[in-house]
Structures are given as structure tokens and as C-alpha cells.
């Protein structure tokens, strides 16, 4: 308690002294995936790889079809738990069903159409049953009826939906008699036919008058031999069909409905996420008059979740259609806010109708249905998903894996965001077809140097393909080599310092790999690697391991080895978060020195271990002159000189002659 000025007592007062610059918080990955399910343009953390699977696959594992960079997802995860994973589409849709009042005719109805947006969804926007098309089947007589008779000629008379009339009328070549246009209602057409006609052949002459002159209308084909079937295009009743004469009888095969719909659309259910996968989803849905002892609670409604098939529910949701209702456990039991909780469905409730009302009971489970996955993902889908990992104040990143995903656009997008966030690197791969090219170091240079032609210390490029075994489809397959290199890195933060070297035989041997799309000479190593391009070797008898750690800047400095950028997108994001602690403090040598003392405290002990040989902070008034203070600016220079790491290595043997001493 503050006591008053002047009472006598302890007034206690803290004093914090104890700011320091935040420790290292390990590895984060970042990877998008064109995946079949999951979040769309929603970074979601995974932290193991039956989780990634879970998430992100409709039938937790990695299928033929599926993006190559689930892979480098995956080879991350053998040193990491914690990668962000964006899920990129294009035009993917939702799958749903909706369910029905209780006192509706109508059971639970999949969808027939898709959605891009679960709030643009429309409430019995859609017929509850469909408009049927009619069938006719016409079956034609001998030829006897067709000729020889004076006066109008036979006619088979149509209508379609509502009652455009089309009447197809018969000219015999060669009877004794003329026959004239019966002249019915509608647009008449001729047909052609002489004495030796079978019934068949009338039959295949009135099919083919039909689809060449009122194919707008009706669609004929030969069923049988002298029958003709004709449905119109138009789907829903119609004035019914007549045969003038005795030249045909005509017979309904299925009668035309036009569509019947009701306001009776209670609530929607659809997937958690876009795709095909929803099709895989089906539901039941209790009510407490079908299943007392399931569903105690008349207010409420349970929903039980299936599949792929399963006959046992994977989830179960007693839900509500009032807002805020509860059961007895004080669980949020609307049905919006109760299926937010399930990992395959989503609910959204029609307003429209009271709260009271609740669903007709669907005892036997019904799939989803209409869920898309659109179609191929373009740079654009992909940019737009990596886009989401941009602030550095919600996502914690350390690498861009480019997921094999080798195209101009998506590497220097990439590395676009690394250099904004100043907190994390690109690890790009080299394209597959230039490593299958037959002058393969020829077309990954010009990849390097002109294609993508990118001058960056923030961005590090690595080949060839590594091979590795695929236990999901049994086959042996070349996936991008990035997220072995973020695996590296990982792997030397966890056992040695994020500031060493990712690569040679300590902290670079690759682990489940059986191959090289490459294997590379020692000369084309060294062209590679004089290229800024990181080679992967074969190592006989020792391993598969990189043997390289450059970055992309074409600048002659440190910064041109990932060793140092790895050490400056640590250091130099935790000295600013400390710094965040004295804005706003009064700009006096007092905060000067405090400052001082904690970044040179950090740097120590980055010092210590082997981060840096040398280093100095400066902030006093050397470089806060007056004009700097008056400006309420405060300065702080701090002076580093990276490790190096040895990555060519000199071995000179002197040979003496014999009776020389040999000193050590």
C-alpha cells in the first residue's frame, strides 16, 4: 500500500534493474504447401510430423498426388518441432449438407454446389427435389400406315417446357397418295421417307430430324429398333405429346416435375476447410424425441461425426440453436461456436428461423458433398500464402523453405520477406530440370546467375535433389533439398550454436537419403560453390552431407557466409527487443550506460561461445551529441567481428633432411 506524504510507515517501491537481451528462441521453420487440406492462407504451427499429416492430408498420409514439399516439411521435422505451414489454393471449395426443420418433408440434402465463402452461402436457394426432364419413348408402326393415305401426313406432335410446340410430320416418296403438312401448332419439320422404309429406318429418320432441327429443345436417340427415346432439354412438366394419325404410340418413360422447394433449410454443415476432402465427411444428427438416453436435453441436438467410410463416429457435438445456451458443464453448446471445436466440420445457423426450432433427425449418416480442390496452384496462390508469414511480431521464423517450389517469383518473394523481417533466411532449391539437363552445371548456373540473378545475404541456394525412400506410396522419389538444409541449421542450434557453420560432416550429413540426382565431381563442386550455389556431395563411405554454407550476396564481405547471417538475424532481432525497454526513458548517460552494459553482457556471452572474436557498443556522447538528444534520438553503435568458419583448409608438409632436428 502507497501511504500518504508525511505518515509514518514503509512506503515500498521496485526498482527494475534486471533488462537483458532476450536468449535465442530456437528454430522456426516456414514452408507452404499446396495441400488438399488444411487452412487456406492461415499459418498453423506443426510441431511433429503425424501432426503435419493430421492437418494437412485427407487421409493422414502423403499420397501420389500430393506437393513434393510435404517432404522437405517432413525432413525439417527430423530436427525440429516447430514450422509454420501455409496451405496455397486456387479455387477450392467447400463441401456441405444442409439439414432440415423438423417438420419438413425432406431429409438432410448434400450440396450439389460448392462455396468459396461459408457466409455467402444462401438458405434455400437451391430446390429441395430438382426439376426431372420428361422422357417420351415413341415406338413407330409398320409402313402400311404411312402412305396411301390422302389428306394431312402422319405427325408426332412435341412440347417442351412450358409449351413450345414442335411437330415432325412424314412425306412418303412414291405412295399412290400426296400426304400435306398437318399444319399443328409450332414450328413444323419434314420428314422424308419412301415404302421401303422399316420401322427401324422411320425410327432413325425422326431421331436424326429432331437433334438437326430442334436441338435446342430435344434430345432423341434410337433405344431399340423402331423406337425412338426424346427428352427435352428443358427440364420440368410440359403439355403432353401426341401422334396424329396412326403412325406412332407414345408412352411417358419418366415424367417431367418441375423443381418443389420449402423454406425448411434450418442450418448448414460444412468442412473445416476447403477441398474434396469433405466428401469423405458424413454426419447424423439426434434429436431428444428420437434418442432420449444420447440427446437428455430437449433444447438440444447431437451431431456425430464420420469418416472415410468408418462406421464408429470420430467426434460427437451436443449442440444448440440458441446463442450462449449451455449444458451442464457451462459448454457453449450454439451450434456455430460448438463445431468451431471439431477438426472436420463447421456449422453456420438460419437466423431466419426461431431458436426453438430445432432439426429433423437424421439417423443414418450423409456425406457431404460438392467439396472442390480447385484447380493447379500458380505463383500467385503461392506468394499469396507466404505473404501471411510477413510480421515478425505474430510469427517466430528462422528459415524460408521454398518447398522445391523453384520458380523466379516464389524464391524472390521469399527472400523479400526475410530481408523486410531482418529475423530469418531463404532456403531455396535449385530447379529439377536444370539438374536433369545433360549439361546440367551449365543450366543450374544460368538458373543462378541469370535467370534468378539474386544478390542476397539473406537467401542461400542448395543442390541436387536428394532421393529418399517415400513409405507412403512405396517408391523411391528426388524432393528439394531445402528442408534438409533448415534441418542442418536446426540441428546446430539444438547441439552446438545457431552461428555455426550448417554444414560438413559435424553438422551437415543428411539423414534418410539414399541418393543424389547428381553426384558431383570435386571440380564441379568447386564451380559450384564459386558460384555462391552450395553443393550437396557423396561422400563414399562417410555419408550424403553439404558441403557448403554461402549465401546469394555477390558482395566480397562476411556476409556472404550463412554462418554470419545466421549470427546477425539472431543478435541483432534480441539487442532490438531489449532496446524496446528504454523508449521513452530519459536520454542521460544513466540510460546511456545501462544500455551499454546489457547489449556488451549479451555479446559476451555470444563471445564465449565462438560468435564473435571481437566487439563494441558505443552509445555516450560521442554519438549522442546534443543535437541527436534535442532530436529525441538515441544512438547505439554496435561494432562486431563474426567467426569465421574454415572451409579451405591449407595442409603443409615439411620434409626435412635426415640428422634434422624436429622440433613441436
Known amino acids: 500500500m502507497q501511504l500518504p506524504a508525511g505518515d509514518p510507515g514503509v512506503n515500498i517501491q521496485e526498482i527494475n534493474l534486471s533488462t537483458y537481451v532476450p536468449s535465442f528462441p530456437g528454430v522456426y521453420g516456414g514452408i507452404v504447401l499446396q495441400a488438399r487440406r488444411g487452412p487456406v492462407n492461415q499459418p498453423f504451427l506443426i510441431t511433429n510430423q503425424t501432426q503435419l499429416l493430421s492437418v494437412f492430408t485427407p487421409l493422414n498420409k502423403v499420397e501420389v498426388q500430393d506437393d513434393i514439399a510435404f517432404f522437405s516439411a ?35 440434402n448434400p450440396l450439389q454446389t460448392g462455396f468459396s465463402d461459408p457466409t455467402d452461402y444462401v438458405f434455400d436457394s437451391n430446390p429441395d427435389v430438382p426439376a426431372v426432364a420428361q422422357e417420351l419413348s415413341i415406338v413407330f408402326s409398320q409402313m402400311g400406315s404411312f402412305y396411301d393415305v390422302a389428306g394431312p401426313a402422319k405427325a408426332i406432335q412435341l412440347y417442351d417446357s412450358p409449351a413450345v410446340g414442335h411437330y415432325f410430320w412424314f412425306s412418303v416418296t412414291g405412295g399412290s397418295n400426296v400426304q400435306t403438312d398437318p399444319g399443328l401448332s409450332g414450328t413444323g419439320h419434314q420428314i422424308n ?71 425448411d433449410e434450418l442450418f448448414l454443415i460444412y468442412g473445416a476447410n476447403q477441398g474434396a476432402w469433405n466428401d469423405l465427411i458424413a454426419v447424423t444428427i439426434t434429436n431428444n424425441s428420437d434418442n432420449a438416453i444420447l440427446v437428455p436435453d430437449p433444447n438440444t441436438f447431437v451431431i456425430q461425426v464420420f469418416y472415410n467410410g468408418a462406421t464408429a463416429p470420430v ?125 546440367y552445371i551449365s543450366s543450374i548456373l544460368t538458373y543462378r546467375n541469370t535467370t534468378l540473378n539474386l544478390n542476397s545475404s539473406y537467401s542461400a541456394l542448395y543442390t541436387p535433389a536428394p532421393l529418399i525412400f517415400d513409405q507412403f506410396n512405396d517408391r523411391q522419389i528426388y524432393v528439394g533439398p531445402d528442408g534438409y538444409a533448415g534441418a542442418a541449421i536446426s540441428y546446430s542450434a539444438s547441439n552446438f550454436e545457431i552461428w555455426f557453420p550448417p554444414a560438413g560432416f559435424r553438422r551437415g550429413l543428411l539423414s534418410k537419403v539414399l541418393g543424389l540426382r547428381r553426384n558431383y565431381t570435386p571440380g564441379e563442386i568447386a564451380t559450384l560453390y564459386n558460384n555462391g550455389i552450395n553443393p550437396i556431395r557423396f561422400a563414399t563411405g562417410k555419408g550424403i552431407v553439404i558441403w557448403g554454407q554461402k549465401t546469394l550476396s555477390s558482395l566480397p564481405s562476411a556476409l556472404n557466409r550463412l554462418n554470419v547471417r545466421l549470427l546477425l538475424i539472431t543478435i541483432e532481432p534480441a539487442i532490438a527487443e531489449a532496446l524496446e525497454d528504454f523508449v521513452f526513458e530519459i536520454n542521460d548517460t544513466e540510460t546511456q550506460n545501462a544500455i551499454t552494459s546489457i547489449i556488451s553482457s549479451y555479446l559476451k556471452n555470444i563471445q564465449a561461445n565462438q560468435g564473435l572474436y571481437a566487439y563494441t557498443v558505443v552509445c555516450n556522447a560521442s554519438n549522442n551529441p546534443p543535437a541527436v538528444v534535442d532530436n529525441n534520438q538515441l544512438v547505439v553503435q554496435v561494432y562486431v567481428q563474426p567467426t569465421k568458419a574454415a572451409e579451405f583448409i591449407t595442409l603443409q608438409i615439411i620434409i626435412t633432411a635426415t640428422g634434422v632436428t624436429v622440433s613441436t
Open 193 to 263: 421417307i419412301s415404302p421401303g422404309y422399316s420401322a427401324a429406318l422411320v425410327a432413325t429418320a425422326f431421331n436424326n430430324s429432331v437433334n438437326n432441327n430442334a436441338s435446342a429443345h430435344f434430345i432423341s436417340t434410337n433405344a431399340t429398333a423402331g423406337t425412338a427415346v426424346v427428352t427435352n432439354v428443358t427440364a420440368g412438366a410440359c403439355t403432353a405429346a401426341s401422334a396424329t394419325g396412326s403412325a406412332a404410340a407414345i408412352s411417358v418413360v419418366i415424367a417431367g416435375s418441375n423443381a418443389v422447394n420449402a423454406d
Open 74 to 108: 517432413l525432413a525439417f521435422l527430423q530436427q525440429s518441432s516447430t514450422i509454420w505451414c501455409v496451405r496455397a489454393s486456387n479455387g477450392s471449395l467447400y463441401g456441405g449438407l444442409s439439414a432440415r426443420t423438423a417438420s419438413s418433408a425432406y431429409e438432410a
Open 315 to 439: 467426434e460427437s457435438f451436443t449442440c444448440s440453436r440458441t446463442p450462449g445456451y449451455k449444458d451442464g458443464y457451462g459448454n457453449n453448446t450454439y451450434i456455430q461456436d460448438a463445431l468451431l471445436g471439431s477438426a472436420y466440420i463447421r456449422g453456420l445457423d438460419n437466423v431466419a428461423f426461431a431458436p426453438n426450432i430445432l432439426p429433423k433427425s437424421q439417423l443414418t449418416a450423409v456425406n457431404l458433398g460438392a467439396g472442390s480442390d480447385g484447380v493447379a496452384v500458380t505463383d500467385s496462390q503461392m506468394i499469396m500464402a507466404v505473404d501471411t508469414l510477413n510480421n515478425p511480431d505474430t510469427y517466430l521464423l528462422t528459415c524460408l523453405l521454398d518447398g522445391a517450389h523453384a520458380t523466379v517469383m516464389y524464391q524472390e518473394e521469399l527472400d523479400s520477406i526475410c530481408q523486410e523481417r531482418q529475423d530469418c533466411v531463404a532456403l531455396l532449391s535449385t530447379p529439377f530440370a536444370d539438374e536433369a539437363a545433360s549439361n
